[in-house]
């Protein structure tokens, strides 16, 4: 019988306008002064507005870091932890997408101690217990952060690392679809292929359990119909919403089991060039399951994937059903222009870095060195956009 553990989820609250209710939840949580860290992005959005407006109608007094652009670096999380400190916050907001909740979370767990960030990478020292209670708000339907206990942050160099631990884990999450309606069709599509990644990796993980298929294959039969719709029309809240809640089933998928290949590669190429996490993981999956469908390992976690995706019920049949729904969310087999200059050998020694090799040995079937030459090849052969 297979052993398992499953991770702690926080209280989710969902539906159109949550984030006008948040207050309560900090009142909840022991109240103010809360830090916001958010996109930058969302202050000319008016999201953040919408936040401070209900946090100020609740008495809670805040402090916003709409600092978050790109892919979150330690030298932000550091900063933030001082300014936290500097207000006297005893709460701290994520709101935006995978970059500003993973940020958060970092801040909130380690900035009552006093140790750079850089000091807790890869788990190699325990993470904090004295810790800011924390409330993530995403305003995208990818990268399920808000019930994840994984932090990823760059060094500046722009090596990413990944931070992992319960204490990581949000006290509250808020999910409000009216958040995610001004996301454009590409960024829906390159955010949602991300949630469906963690979906189908986490349901096919050598380290998958009845936790991992449940909410993986769940997220999957939403994410393949309802997904597609929110690309052709954004407007829809009902579409919106169910996205928003797929995306975080494969939060808890990813949270259960962990990723393998298909993260294996698009951090390889996040660190080497800029590239949205999602659509590097989607390019990712592409190339990479023809191989990994053909080994007998997984075979039946391969087809149950496939069936949940609408296709025959088969692992051969999985490539071409994925493949189909990347050209059906318009993302185009090809690399961006930034990643034009990278060749296979970088590649995959990015992909056998001490902070990358261990996704790729969560494939169900063994994954040697010489194998991830070969699928780092594969990526290689893309061709530009
Ligand atoms: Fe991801």
């Not at 007094?61 to 652009?69: F, K, L, M, R, S």
């Not at 936790?211 to 119909?225: D, F, P």
């Not at 692992?315 to 993302?331: D, H, T, Y």
Request: glycine share 10%.
């Amino acid at each position: 019988m297979q052993t398992f553990n499953m991770g702690k989820t926080p209280p989710v609250t969902f539906g159109a306008g949550r984030i006008k209710k948040v207050a309560d939840l900090v009142t909840g949580l022991g109240g103010g002064p809360v830090l916001v860290v958010c996109d930058a992005a969302l202050v000319e959005f008016g999201v953040v507005d919408k936040l401070t407006a209900g946090l100020d109608a609740g008495g809670i007094e805040q402090v916003v870091a709409a600092e978050v652009a790109g892919e979150p670096k330690e030298t932000l999380v550091d900063d933030l932890c001082a300014r936290a400190r500097d207000a006297g916050a005893q709460c701290v907001i994520g709101l935006g997408g995978g970059a500003a909740m993973d940020t958060a979370k970092l801040v909130a767990t380690i900035a009552k101690a006093d140790k750079p960030a850089r000091y807790y990478a890869l788990a190699a020292k325990p993470l904090p217990k004295d810790r800011l209670p924390s409330i993530a708000i995403p305003t995208t339907a990818g990268t399920g952060s808000e019930v994840t206990r994984t932090s990823i942050v760059s060094t500046p160099e722009g090596v990413k690392n990944w931070y992992w631990g319960e204490e990581l884990a949000f006290a509250q999450a808020v999910l409000d679809p009216e958040l995610t309606l001004s996301l454009p069709p590409f960024l829906t599509a390159w955010t949602g292929i991300d949630a469906v990644a963690h979906a189908l990796e986490g349901a096919t993980a050598k380290t998958t359990s009845p936790a991992g298929v449940l909410y993986g294959l769940e997220a999957l039969r939403i994410l393949s119909k309802d997904l597609p719709r929110a690309v052709a029309d954004g407007s829809d809240i009902e579409v919106r919403g169910r996205v928003l809640w797929a995306s975080m089933l494969a939060g808890l998928a990813l949270h259960n089991c962990n990723t393998h290949m298909g993260h294996n590669i698009s951090h390889a190429l996040g660190s080497l060039a800029p590239i949205h996490h999602g659509r590097a993981t989607g390019l990712a999956l592409e190339v990479s399951l023809p191989w990994l469908v053909q080994r007998a390992e997984g075979a039946d976690l391969y087809a149950a994937a496939s069936l949940a995706m609408g296709g025959a019920e088969e692992a051969a049949a999985l490539p071409e059903v994925f493949a189909a729904f990347m050209r059906e969310i318009g993302i185009a087999r090809a690399l961006p222009e930034s990643c034009k200059d990278l060749n296979a050998a970088e590649i995959a020694e990015a992909m056998k870095s001490e902070a990358n090799f261990s996704m790729s040995q969560n494939a169900a079937c063994p994954i040697s060195r010489e194998d991830l030459d070969e699928m780092a090849g594969f990526v290689a052969a893309l061709p530009i956009e």
